[in-house]
C-alpha cells in the first residue's frame, strides 16, 4: 500500500538495475539522499511518499512492470530454456532486473501478441479460464473452412484431458484465413480445434488479450512498457466470451 515502509536497498534494488552490492557502495560515496538528507544506512526505512534520489536523480519505486511483446516465431514462452532461444531474452535491458515471466503462452512458431510481468496475481487472472477473459488469433488454415466450423467451435469440444469452452470463429473473405477467440490457452489449442474439423493451422498470430489489442506498429521481436491500469482497463473492460 502507499505509504508502507520499506528498507532503502530494497526500495532502490526494486526500482533500479542496482544490486544490494551496487546500493551499499553508493551510500558509503554519499551518493543517495532521502528527502534532501544524504544517507549512511542501507537499513533506512523509506516509502514511495520520499524522494530518493541517487546521484542527485529522483527514483520512483514501483514493484510491478508490464510489458508488452510482439512474439516472433522460434522463441519459447518461458523463462530459460536449453534448446530454444526463450522471449525473456527480448527484455530490455532497463528492466532485466524486474524479473518478469510470461502471462500465458504462446507455441514456439506462434506469433503476436505476449504479456510479460512479475505481478502473479495478475497472470493468474490472465490465464484463468474462471476469469472467462478471451483471447483472439487469426489464423491461416491449408484448407477452405465453411459454415458447420463455425458451429463446431461454438458447440465447444471435448479432448482428453480438457473441455474447450465454447468459441467464436470468423471466416475471412478466402475462407482459408480465419480469426478464432477462445476463453482458454491449452497447450496448442487452437491447431488442436481446427484439427477437429479438419484443417491444419499453417500460421497462427495472437492479435489480442481481452479488449488489449497487439499495437500494429510494434515490430517482430519488440517490446513495449504499459501502466496497469491502461492493461487491465482493456483487459477487463472490454467484451468476453459469454
Known sequence: MIGDKMRLDKFLSES?????????????????TVNGETVVK????????DLVTVHGKAVSYRKFVYLILNKP????????????????ELVPEKYRHYNV????????????LLILTNDGDLVHDIISPKKNVYKRYYAELDRPLDESDKTAFA???QFKEFTAKPAR?????????????????KFHQVKRMFERVGKTVTYLKRVSIGGLELPTD?????????????LTDKIYNERRLS
Open 101 to 112: 515471466f510470461c502471462a500465458g503462452r504462446l507455441d514456439i512458431d506462434t506469433e503476436g
Open 218 to 230: 510494434l515490430p517482430l521481436g519488440g517490446m513495449i512498457e504499459i501502466a496497469y491500469d491502461d
Open 169 to 185: 470463429l470468423e471466416i475471412c473473405e478466402d475462407r482459408t484465413g480465419a480469426y478464432v477467440e477462445i476463453a482458454e490457452g
Open 16 to 32: 533500479t538495475e542496482l544490486s544490494r552490492k551496487d546500493i551499499r557502495a553508493l551510500i558509503r560515496k554519499e551518493a543517495v
Open 73 to 88: 516465431s522460434g522463441y519459447v514462452s518461458a523463462t530459460e530454456d536449453r534448446k530454444y532461444p526463450t522471449v525473456t
Open 155 to 157: 458447440e465447444g469440444m
Open 42 to 49: 542501507p537499513e533506512l526505512k523509506v516509502s514511495e511518499l
